[in-house]
């Protein structure tokens, strides 16, 4: 591989992105990974760990450039929503023309892409960008209930809320104004044109897709179908492969993707949108972001499809030709039907792991994302996910992606998930 060395930035969430670091380890020589984790120092799957200890981002891009030179490191990726503005500027400092900062910064922040969305004609619902509740409660006096109240940097769904009086605009704009001031998972920072988007309320259908650019040119992945949510929140929920709408939708919203792109110039990078059918049943834009699907959606999608996006992108970006060609190659018939199932509850985590459900033939993954003595939270207390549990059964038709949504709702009932209204003593003496 004639010795690749890449710099994975990763300050939390690496380790629910399984599949995406052992793609990255067989491609590349040698991993460095910087992060807040302070147990990944023993991973073997990374050559370097650094831990990151420094709040302020400029230092922080002076400590991680030298770094880099001194390891001999002249790329970076991230798979983590809150490191994309980070690592662009990193490899803009070492004159990688994948991503400028000016598109990183458009996909952190919503606001920013609503702009970018009504300069450039794509479709998308109609906004208003709100920094205080005066200002909410003004826009709201405007348009008629219910509409959307989201966080401008938050990622996941979380703190989205469906809107139907002025009550619940002020409770839940206190509950964002208490993100914002927590610095909760490194969402808020002095970029942030507001605090939050009030938006038309999408009613229909929604997907999320999953795709590479590559060259200049856009690869579909895969477009998962989502759980409808009708508020008054919107959990993640369900994803499902393959897409169960007609290929005249795969068309029109392959297309829209094309388009992102291309008015976004972009060159090198993973690409992820969320899109949502308005009441007419037209697709508009929810969001987008420059990096893959976290969990287990990048692997679906190359078991189902078998195109290999982070293979594409690595490819690419190290200009190997062979390799892309290869990794690019996808299916035109689903070989499997998938579910992923998210893991929501309220209490505290006695245990949570896997248990009997590995020895099922239709489980893929199970990624515990909460720790065992941690406190967590479902709507509207809280956005608190404890797990993420990937199933998947063989493609017969689309009737399939029920039996997978089923399949995933059984064994969720199955995992070893204990969950407590207080903390225990023999829980605390297992922490």
Known sequence: MNNRKLGLIMRKGYKIQEDHIETLGRLVDHIHLWTNIEEAVNDPRFQYVHIVEEENEETLIEEIYIKATQY???????????????????????????????????????????????????????????????????????????????????????????????????????????????????????????????????????????????????????????????????????????????????????????????????KETLINAELRKDKNGIFKIVEFSVRISGGHVYRNIRDVYGIDLIGVHLSSIFQDEQGKNLFSRRFTNPKFSTCIKFIYREGYIAKNDVGNVLNSPYFRAYYPTASIGEHISCAPNGFDIVGLLSVRCRYNSLDSISDAINISKELEERLNLEISAKLEKEVINAI
């Open 72 to 266: 001999g490191i002249n790329k970076f990726i991230t798979f983590q929503e809150t490191d994309i503005i980070l690592t662009a500027k990193i490899n803009n400092l070492l004159k990688n023309q994948f991503l400028s900062v000016e598109v990183a910064e458009i996909s952190r922040d919503k606001s920013k892409q609503r702009e970018f969305m009504s300069k450039h004609n794509l479709p998308t619902p109609f906004y208003f960008k709100v920094d205080t509740i005066e200002e909410a409660i003004k826009v709201s006096e405007k348009i008629s209930y219910p509409f959307i109240l989201k966080p401008t940097l938050a990622a996941s769904s979380s703190n989205v809320s469906l809107i139907n009086d002025e009550q619940q605009l002020i409770e839940a704009f206190e509950k964002l104004e208490e993100l914002r001031n927590s610095k909760k998972g490194f969402y808020y920072n002095s970029s942030s044109q507001s605090l939050a988007l009030i938006e038309e309320f999408l009613c229909g259908d929604e997907v999320t897709v999953d795709g590479i650019v590559a060259n200049g040119k856009f690869h579909l992945g895969g477009i998962h179908n989502k759980k409808r949510m009708n508020g008054p929140y919107f959990e993640e929920d369900e994803y499902t492969l393959p897409y169960n709408g007609s290929l005249d939708s795969e068309k029109e919203i392959s297309l829209i993707l094309d388009n992102i792109c291309e008015c976004l110039k972009l």
